[in-house]
């Protein structure tokens, strides 16, 4: 296999969406930091001379970013959620080279995007023994804020019941 070269680049949290709600402090602010961001990135990719490059999830991309560094290199996109849960701009779905999620449903959102069932390695990933944990009931996702209070009634249920109750 020929080595591969990866450079990483991670950024806050400042999403395009939020450029657009809330006061104008705060959408000033966004604003700024995702401009911030977006120069950031077209220097490094401009810099770089990459084969590809990968955004994951992608909230913070702007449209003519997006256009900028596909003009020179491949750019992809990797949901790790739904597009529907995404903080994406689904205006700039159409200017990534390709668009990879994991929802089927997805398809109806963006038709040229590219479903990719999830999976996993048994040499990475360890499977538990059943008789290790027993659970009455599990939640696995993320705790977004909306979801707290459904997730802290059914943790007093399960108090109330004598039941366990697990997040992952």
């Known amino acids: 296999m020929d080595h591969v070269e990866s450079d990483a680049f991670t ?4 999403p395009v969406r939020k450029m ?24 490094r990719s ?4 990459y084969d590809l490059i990968l955004c994951i999830e992608g909230g913070c991309m702007l449209p003519e970013t997006v256009e900028r560094i596909s003009q020179k290199t491949k750019i992809a996109l990797w949901c790790l959620d739904s597009l529907r849960l995404l ?13 990879f999620f994991f929802e089927p449903t ?10 990719v069932p999830i999976g996993f390695d048994h040499m990475t990933y360890r499977r538990l023994n059943p008789k290790q944990v027993n ?13 707290l209070p459904k997730l802290d009634r059914i ?3 399960a108090k109330e019941t004598g039941r366990s109750f697990s997040i992952y």
């Open 46 to 49: 401009q810099a770089g001379g």
């Open 106 to 115: 997805d398809l109806k959102i963006f038709p040229e995007g590219s479903y």
């Open 11 to 14: 950024h806050p949290y400042a």
């Open 155 to 157: 943790a007093r249920f």
């Open 135 to 147: 659970h009455d009931l599990i939640w696995i996702g993320s705790p977004r804020k909306d979801r």
């Open 87 to 99: 903080n994406l701009d689904l205006g700039v779905l159409k200017a990534f080279t390709r668009v």
């Open 20 to 43: 657009r709600e809330g006061s104008w402090v705060k959408r000033f602010w966004h604003g700024m930091e995702t401009r911030k961001i977006n120069r950031e990135i077209l220097e």
